[in-house]
């Protein structure tokens, strides 16, 4: 897969110390977000930014219970995250080394 944008805006998920917390977090289960809160000492305002961005990223998927969101890592998401580092990773069948000076 060629389209860079995308591939950059999943990885941006994991460029950032917080939303890391964020995902490790939630290796344990759904969590909402004042519980988020409790285990990753940032603002709400922050967290709320870091949310949209995982989200985004596909790599966590929320859901709404009345007044509350729930987070969790998403398989389908972390699936695809991992098979795009797999393909950028891969060296081709004719890899070679250039050597121009």
Not at 47 to 61: G, P
Not at 66 to 91: C, V
Request: with cysteine; proline share 1%; aromatic share 8%.
């Amino acid at each position: 897969m060629d389209d860079f944008k995308y591939i950059a805006d999943i990885f941006k998920a994991f460029c950032d110390e917080s939303r890391l917390k964020i995902i490790k977090a939630l290796q344990s289960g759904e969590k909402c977000a004042c519980t988020l809160l409790e285990e990753v000492p940032i603002a709400q305002s922050t967290l709320s930014h870091h949310m949209k961005i995982l989200v985004e990223s596909t790599i966590v998927k929320s859901r709404k219970e009345g007044k509350w969101t729930y987070y969790s890592l998403s398989d389908k998401g972390s699936a695809e995250a991992i098979e795009l580092l797999r393909n950028i990773l891969k060296k081709s069948e004719d890899y070679k080394t250039y050597a121009k000076c």
